[in-house]
């Protein structure tokens, strides 16, 4: 395997494909971690940023929006 990459942001957009696995934190606990395809949901994100969001993926990447 070749080098490992950790990435920290609040910005959903900035997870590339690259990344397999990740792990959110809210308030400093984590509440989730694993594969990027079991903890980038819906639920989980907002919860993490309480807000009602919806996620749209394209190409592998994802861009949350609010609901209304």
Known sequence: PGPGVI????RIDDIT?????GLILKQGRII???PRHEILTEAT?????????????VNGRY???LRN
């Not at 990435?7 to 609040?10: A, G, I, K, Y």
């Not at 494909?17 to 696995?21: A, D, E, G, K, Y």
């Not at 994100?45 to 993926?57: K, V």
């Open 7 to 10: 990435l920290v942001t609040h």
């Open 17 to 21: 494909p690259l990344f397999t696995h």
């Open 32 to 34: 989730a971690s694993g």
């Open 45 to 57: 994100l907002s919860d993490a940023f309480d807000m009602d969001l919806t996620l749209h993926g």
């Open 63 to 65: 861009w949350p929006i």
